[in-house]
Nanobody, 123 residues
Framework: QVQLVESGGGLVQAGGSLRLSCAASGRTFSSYAMGWFRQAPGKEREFVAASWSVGITYYADSVKGRFTISRDNAKNAVYLHMNSLKPEDTAVYYC?????????????????WGQGTQVTVSS
């Protein structure tokens, strides 16, 4: 069982930066693939980034070059560094953990989810 708690969301102006954090419980954190997804009002949950394996990361095209996912296995934490934020990045951001059942970009690959943290980017 893994419990995930996100933090770091908030209101930021376009062009600004935020760092989201996800704290995980459990002693086998390093064995899990970690992902970030987001969901805007009226839209489906969409993939943002994944730390899939050692040194292997994936990004949605919409955030590539602006967002960076990183993890600290010693702290049981994963982070999403977001730069050059745009109003279209506004969403609830979710952290997820899974054992790589399918592909990195599908929510089906992840078994555990956090409660989400709101990110709002003003124009």
């Amino acid at each position: 069982q893994v419990q995930l708690v996100e933090s770091g969301g908030g209101l930021v102006q376009a062009g600004g930066s935020l760092r989201l954090s996800c704290a995980a419980s459990g002693r086998t954190f390093s064995s899990y693939a970690m992902g970030w997804f987001r969901q805007a009002p009226g839209k489906e949950r969409e993939f943002v980034a994944a730390s899939w394996s050692v040194g292997i990361t994936y990004y949605a095209d919409s955030v590539k070059g602006r967002f960076t996912i990183s993890r600290d296995n010693a702290k049981n934490a994963v982070y999403l560094h977001m730069n050059s934020l745009k109003p279209e990045d506004t969403a609830v951001y979710y952290c997820a953990a899974g054992l790589r059942k399918f592909t990195p970009t599908t929510p089906l690959s992840y078994d555990y989810w956090g409660q989400g943290t709101q990110v709002t980017v003003s124009s």
